[in-house]
């Protein structure tokens, strides 16, 4: 039930299929959050038609409310929320650690204190297993510890090596309770290292001594450092990451970001800016780059948000319309703005999986990059 197939390569890009459970993903794909088994403002039926193949559903947050149990007695995520493509959870690695006033980091686990009543609970390895087990996503992320960036070589070597630790502990609580889901889950590990290349690679070394994995994922980028501190992690993983894993860069979703790093060999993203920008009166435009829609500019705009994109928003209303409903607080305009940056996303991972397909994907993505640039508008 797990398979990945790359179809073509360009350099370091690659198109391929992730095969699933719950359905096959074309990759490079972007995957909208749903937090809280929702992506915010969008209905299941508005994903679908922008074409989502995976989304992305928390366990810190669904632990919390409204209890993994309670999903899992529904019949699990797909069930819960009517969603019928893959789904992706993260551990609540990244949650838990950004708690830093009101946790507790031991070799145990996080003990944290909740965002929603204050209570205490405990995170193990272990116990993020289980929860992910009872919310029965397609793919599962283990438990990992989560710097920020630009942290001390010696903070990020504590971080690293204690989520490989943890990550032994992910792996044998998995496999032991393998066969309550019939082989329905796979689960991924996450390589820490902050922006030390050396540590990355030592975090790949040893996961690949641990055995065979479905897949890898790279946490712990996007939270603080450059981007060319970035990009430099990458191109360093890039030659020695298994050709045959699919590849997960979390928490990573902006327009050039996504671009730049398909280029560097990355197959998933994952990221809250298109819905977040959107909640905030920003959009994506093909040729203009990063638009503030309430800027008066757009008072009497007749236009489209983006003339070159497909989505309803774009079919439908013009950005003088849109403008007007942000500046009166519809909450219309919150689910607009949306649907188009979440589109934009989809669409602009669609169009560089048929640039790699073509063998076009270098000078294509370079034009992109320059004309997105080029046009760039302050937030």
């Known amino acids: 039930m797990f398979e990945f197939e790359i179809e073509a390569e360009q350099g370091a890009a690659r198109a391929g299929w992730l095969r699933l459970p719950h359905g096959a993903v074309p990759t490079p794909v972007f995957m909208p959050v749903g937090t809280q088994a929702t992506v915010k403002t969008v209905t299941r039926d508005e994903l679908l038609e922008l074409n989502a193949s995976i989304i992305l559903a928390n366990t810190y947050h ?10 899992r007695d ?20 990244y949650q838990v650690f950004s708690l830093s006033g009101t946790r507790t980091i031991r070799e145990e686990g996080v003990l944290f204190q909740s965002h929603i009543d204050g ?18 996503a397609d793919i599962v992320m283990a438990f990992d510890e989560c710097p920020p960036g630009n942290v001390s070589r010696e903070a990020a070597t504590i971080a690293h090596e204690r989520t490989l630790r943890w990550l032994v502990r992910c792996r044998t609580q998995f496999e032991e309770r393998r066969a309550e ?18 540590l990355r690679r030592d975090a790949l070394r040893r996961v690949l001594e641990l055995g ?39 928490g990573v979703g902006y327009p050039d970001d996504l671009i730049e ?50 989505c309803y928003a774009c079919r439908t209303y013009s950005r ?15 689910r607009l703005l949306s649907i188009h940056n979440l589109r934009f996303m989809i669409r602009l991972a669609e169009r560089a999986r048929s640039a790699i397909a073509r063998g076009t994907f270098a000078g294509w993505s370079a034009d992109w990059l320059a004309r997105y640039r080029a046009g760039r508008q302050p937030a």
């Open 62 to 71: 669904l632990y919390l409310r409204p209890g993994a149990e309670l999903i």
């Open 74 to 93: 529904a019949g699990g995520l797909h069930a819960f929320m009517s969603w019928p493509r893959p789904v992706l959870t993260d551990s609540g690695g």
């Open 119 to 136: 209570s205490r609970h405990l995170f193990t390895p272990e116990r993020v297993i289980d929860i992910q087990r009872d919310l029965g």
């Open 181 to 198: 889901d019939h082989g329905r889950q796979m689960l991924l590990p996450i390589l820490q290292g902050s922006v030390y290349p050396d």
């Open 212 to 250: 065979d994995w479905p897949g890898i994922a790279l946490g712990g980028l996007s939270v603080g450092e450059s981007k060319p501190a970035m990009w430099s992690v990458l191109e360093a993983l890039e030659p020695d990451l298994p050709r045959a894993w699919p590849r997960y860069l979390m």
């Open 261 to 310: 790093a398909i280029g560097r060999g990355i197959d998933l993203f994952d990221c809250v800016a298109p819905t977040r920008n959107g909640r905030n009166g920003t959009v994506w435009v093909e040729e203009e780059g990063q638009v503030n829609v309430k800027a008066a500019r757009f008072r009497a705009d007749e236009r489209p948000l983006d003339p070159a994109c497909d």
């Open 320 to 334: 003088a319309y849109v403008r007007h409903l942000i500046l009166a607080r519809e909450l219309l305009a919150l």
